[in-house]
């Protein structure tokens, strides 16, 4: 049996890009509408889209090259 080499089957739901952005906007959104204060919403943006991009481009990729790594070379005996 092959292993897939997609990173998010793994992952519990709370951990799925959908969980991720859902929370993400829910945050950034929160803080704008509890306190309308656009410095404060920018303080809480700006590490929440940090933790987005880290577990929604850079993990993922790292995960997929990682697996790459793993693989033997099948294509070149072929």
Known sequence: MEK??????YKPW??????????GITLIAGAWFLTRWIWLTILVAIPVLAW?????????????QAYAEQQPFEDESS
């Not at 897939?4 to 089957?9: G, I, T």
């Not at 987005?52 to 997929?64: N, S």
């Open 52 to 64: 987005m991009g880290l577990f929604l481009i850079l993990w993922p990729r790292a995960m997929q």
């Open 14 to 23: 709370w951990c799925q890009p959908w969980s991720i952005v859902v929370t």
């Open 4 to 9: 897939s080499d997609n990173p998010w089957r």
